[in-house]
């Protein structure tokens, strides 16, 4: 079940180095904008995470009830409600976008090239959340491959318009890093009319869409979305401390942080699947079976994560010669390296994630977010960016934001600690 979702999730960030790869041709400016952009883009997209995450927990307990109608209720309110919301990111954000870059240390050229990306990737905003929630309900049902299928065709589409709309082709213009937003919000927007159509296909058209079921939906997605505006924030720390550090800092951080969530969703793949499983069972009263799902999606994670580790270590190289412009190389390794070796406790903190959404522990999860992100926001600014070795840092304290995730994640299971559902369940 996991490796069609593994393969889904990978089409994405796989994407975006392909953009990466493409865009660093342009210079280290417009590399260290792309950062900058999808940075912000992908923020704002994991902040509504909820609505994937949601809708699956939700269907997936249906189904495991055998109510059906129920799972096509909350498919299609989840898909209303996606679309709806990233009208209001677009129509929010777009007189932002210069502020919001600057907020992550762009400044210059540098902020108007990120502001130029970031304007034009707004038009992918409502597809971008229509398959968040559409892929959460299909997994919802234990069907892993469409999505699959889903996020192959819509990346295929997104590298097909890369080179033409980037540098140009016979009557296109070469679009720079504006040609890159617009391949990938054409390319969205593909995918969301193909996923729309696939959870049709399953569950049909809802008869009637209650407010009183979104009001619920709001209200389970309430702690993820604090839980990932903190994970976000985070994240956004990490950027604007890199770009504050130099624009080498800016290009080397964006090529180590995106294989580094490439990575990050590889293991999510477990954790997607322990959470429809989990949800499922204990909706059909076999949480025996529950736990099992839990100790095996944690197996899994960790032997993953030690061959992630591995393999990156081993690939520094080749990723430095696609990846990282000239002149940031010496900023890259290190920060390489450290990364690497957090990929085992990573891939636990992302196998623990999926368990205890799945077990609708959403309250544990917000409150661990928190405790840890203020861990390494403390971390980040005690940070002295002068220093030779900064950028190592910012991805040493990376390192320690992960741990604690981890820490408290497996000890939410194994004893139990707290009001876990898992020792209720014992």
Known sequence: ???????????????????????????????????????????????????????????????????????????????????????????????????????????????????????????????????????????????????????????????????????????????????????????????AILAMNAVRRRLGLPLHLQLADALRLLVVGRDLFLRTAMLTLFLLLTTRAATRIGITAGAAHQAVRQVWLLTALILDAFAATAQSLVSYFLGAGLPATARRVAAVACQWSLASGMLLAAGMLAAAHLTAAALVPAGAEALFYPAWQVAALSMPVNALSFATDGIHWGSGDYRFLRNVMVLSTAAGAAGIWMLDESLPGALTRVWIITAGWITMRAIFGMLRIWPGIGASPFRRLS
């Open 1 to 191: 079940m996991s490796l069609p979702i593994m393969l889904s999730m990978v089409a994405e960030p796989v994407t975006g180095l392909v953009d990466t790869a493409f865009v660093a041709r342009l210079g280290a400016v417009p590399l260290a904008a792309l950062g900058v952009g999808t940075m912000a883009m992908s923020s704002f997209f994991w902040i509504f995470n909820f609505l994937g995450i949601g809708s699956q927990t939700e269907i997936a307990r249906c189904m495991g009830q055998g109510r059906p109608e129920r799972a096509r209720e909350i498919a299609g309110l989840a898909t209303v409600l996606a679309a709806a919301l990233g009208v209001v990111v677009a129509l929010a954000v777009l007189p932002a976008a210069p502020a919001i870059a600057h907020l992550l240390g762009a400044e210059g050229t540098l902020q108007d090239t990120a502001v130029t990306y970031l304007r034009w990737r707004l038009l992918s905003a409502p597809a971008v959340l229509i398959i968040t929630a559409t892929f959460g309900a299909l997994r919802g049902l234990q069907d892993m491959r469409t999505p699959l299928w889903i996020a192959a065709g819509l990346n295929m589409v997104n590298i097909a318009l890369d080179p033409l709309l980037i540098f140009g082709a016979g009557p296109l213009p070469a679009l720079g890093v504006t040609g890159a937003a617009l391949a990938t919000a054409l390319s969205h927007w593909f995918g």
